[in-house]
């Protein structure tokens, strides 16, 4: 059985620079507490990497994360990457790549953070690989294209085996959380690929008997998420109508600062990888909050934990979610945009302290 985790360590662009150290140091202090060994492995890989190597994915990046666990990725700024041809945003590439098709995005509300609402405690996995956006949905080429000047057309892939797939890790979740799921779609108008979406849900539905399944429209969703966001336990939905939702269910909790991410599919590699983006505008100041993407880590861990059968890891993902909660009781370990007086720095000691207290 497997002792220790071989993690890889990208920073990203921007924030990352500051938050995925956060990240490592929490992490680093709840596996020192419960004897779990990690491998850390610094990897180039954004903007510094094309200053330094001519490329945002350096050659042979993604052999070197096919022999680790799992991986924690910064936020990649690829919009402000100059035109050139090493200036690729390499998450979607490592996505695919990795064939990590299940993107599990949790929105939780904490008292004193100024949420919406009271009581939220949601899970929404949305499908990876597939979809509307056009660097995923086809080989070669774009599934993005101008036949003339006057018209567009963008391809919407959707297919059984990516339908099935997201809705098995979904109901996997939904199995040890409430019992409940929900199905996000739009079938009364997208007939056949939203159709066909729902249609693999039902069949994998009928092997958790145990859980209780609803569908709700997309638009619907959209506003019952306003309205009550406490009713919804596990939502599982195709990747553009995911992308859209998790963002504002987000914003229900404190905003994107709030918003952590897992990206899993076969089980031979993790990827944790907060929802937000790079902040460009509060990089180097030392305000950005780290929470996201410590909790991508914690779920991380935790994930390998019980997918490698490492109690160790288990433990630690324990130590970090019990710290978490008590550094973001206190004002002076939260970020300023959730109501707190600290740093981003003032967040991870704050962490760290709690865990090493525990």
């Not at 662009?13 to 680093?28: F, K, S």
């Not at 249609?199 to 709700?216: I, L, S, Y």
């Not at 991380?300 to 324990?318: C, D, F, K, S």
């Not at 970090?320 to 009781?329: F, N, P, W, Y």
Request: glycine fraction near 10%; charge should be negative; charged fraction near 20%.
């Amino acid at each position: 059985m497997q002792k220790h985790l071989v993690v890889g360590i990208l920073n990203g662009d921007d924030i990352g620079h500051e938050i995925v150290p956060a990240a490592v140091e929490v992490t680093r202090a709840a596996a020192a507490r419960t004897g779990l060994e990690i491998d850390w492995r610094p990897m180039p890989i954004g903007r510094k990497a094309l200053d330094e190597l001519g490329t945002t994915l350096p050659a042979g990046t993604l052999e070197t994360l096919s022999t680790m666990d799992g991986f924690i990725l910064g936020p990649i700024g690829h919009q402000a990457y100059p035109k050139q041809p090493g200036a690729i945003n390499p998450h979607p590439i490592m996505r695919k790549h990795f064939n990590l098709f299940a993107n599990v995005r949790p929105t939780r509300s904490f008292p004193g953070l100024g949420a919406v609402h009271e009581g939220i405690d949601l899970v929404i996995v949305r499908e990876n690989n597939e979809g509307f956006q056009p660097d995923r949905n086809v080989v070669a080429g774009s599934g993005e294209f101008r036949p003339t000047e006057e018209v567009t057309i963008s391809v919407r892939v959707i297919t059984r085996t990516g339908s099935s797939r997201v809705a098995r890790a979904a109901f996997e979740i939904a199995q040890q959380r409430r019992k409940r799921l929900t199905l996000v779609h739009k079938n009364t108008v997208f007939k056949l690929g939203c159709g066909m979406f729902v249609e693999e849900c039902r069949k994998v539905a009928e092997e958790f008997p145990d859980v209780t399944v609803d569908e709700v429209i997309v638009d619907t969703m959209a506003m019952r998420l306003i309205r009550d966001p406490q009713s919804f336990d596990t939502v599982v939905t195709t990747n553009m109508f995911g992308d859209i939702l998790t963002d504002e269910a987000a914003g229900l909790v404190g905003g994107l600062g709030m918003a952590p991410g897992l990206c899993i599919g076969d089980g031979a590699l993790a990827m944790a990888q907060a929802t937000h983006g790079s902040a460009p505008d509060i990089a180097g100041q030392g305000i950005a909050n780290p929470f996201a993407m410590i909790e991508s880590a914690r779920m991380m861990i935790e994930w390998l934990g019980h997918n490698r059968g490492i109690a160790p890891a288990v433990e630690a993902a324990r130590l970090m979610k019990g710290g978490i909660e008590k550094a973001l009781a206190d004002p002076a370990t939260r970020t300023r945009d959730i109501r707190g007086t600290g740093g981003t720095n003032d967040m991870t000691r704050g962490i760290v302290a709690a865990i090493e207290a525990a």
